[in-house]
Every structure is written in structure tokens, then in C-alpha cells.
């Protein structure tokens, strides 16, 4: 049982969400995702849209994710990826290096990010309608 472990806040579930779960899902055989809190997201600089628990509720209705947990801090990766028995962890590129440190517990993946999507970028296609 391959295990991978990614983290987000997907708010505004899109495309390019959905195609960075299903790559990853063919990494394993099980997807868990860490969901930044709403709390969090503050932390991050991020206003969200969507709240924590019905983006939960969107991702676990996303056939390649089998489990969320959430993600309360940069610091609990740690823990929490020997908690789930992680043999991948993956993210988009946008973070490629951030997270090499994790290197001594699993295997650290950068994935390509889609390109012409994001949330911030729906968000104002959204406030022009
Ligand atoms: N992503 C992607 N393509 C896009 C947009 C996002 O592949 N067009 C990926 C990002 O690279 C990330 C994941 O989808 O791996 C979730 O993106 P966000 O919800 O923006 O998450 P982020 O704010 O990057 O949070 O501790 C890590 C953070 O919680 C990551």
C-alpha cells in the first residue's frame, strides 16, 4: 500500500485541483489530503472563499482523494506524514524545494502545475461578472 500525502486549501475546487489529485492518486494506492483550516489560511495570506468544512466535504466527494485531514500550521507535515505512513509526499511546482527537507522520511514530489487557473484568478473573472 503506497501511501501519498499532499496539502492544500482548495478553495473554489477547480480544474486544476482536479488534475493535480489524479496524477497524484496514480502515484498510490491511497490519497490523503491536509486541508488548511480557515484559520490557517489567514496565517497564509489567504481569503477563502469556500469554509473549511464544505471544502472537505467537496474534496472527500473527489474520487482520488480517499481521506482529509487538517492542517492547522507549516509545521505539522512532520507528524503528520508519519501519522499517515506517507511514502510520498507531492505538490505543485510552485513549491518545488520548499518541502525537500521531508526527504529523510519520504519521497518528495513537485508536480507541474496546471497553467491558466487559480483561484485568485477565478475570484476575479467572479467580481467582473
Ligand atoms: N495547483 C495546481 N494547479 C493549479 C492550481 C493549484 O497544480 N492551477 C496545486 C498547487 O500547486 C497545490 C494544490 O494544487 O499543490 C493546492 O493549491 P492551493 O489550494 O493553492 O494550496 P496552497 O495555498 O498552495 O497550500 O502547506 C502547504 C499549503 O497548505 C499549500
Not at 507549516?74 to 508519519?82: S, V
Amino acid at each position: 500500500m503506497t501511501t501519498v500525502v499532499t496539502y492544500g486549501t482548495f478553495d473554489l475546487f477547480h480544474i486544476g485541483h482536479v488534475r493535480l489529485l489524479k496524477r497524484l492518486h496514480s502515484l498510490g494506492d491511497r490519497l490523503v489530503v491536509g486541508l488548511s483550516s480557515d484559520e490557517f489560511n489567514t496565517v497564509k495570506g489567504k481569503n477563502v472563499v469556500i469554509p473549511y468544512e464544505d471544502r472537505k466535504e467537496i474534496l472527500l466527494s473527489c474520487r482520488y482523494v480517499d481521506d482529509v485531514f487538517q492542517e492547522n500550521c507549516w509545521e505539522q507535515k512532520r507528524d503528520d506524514l508519519e501519522r499517515e505512513g506517507a511514502d510520498i509526499f507531492a505538490m505543485g511546482d510552485d513549491w518545488i524545494g520548499k518541502f525537500d527537507d521531508l526527504q529523510d522520511i519520504v519521497k518528495v514530489v513537485y508536480l507541474p502545475r496546471t497553467q491558466d487557473v487559480s483561484t485568485t484568478e477565478l475570484k476575479t473573472v467572479i467580481s467582473e461578472i
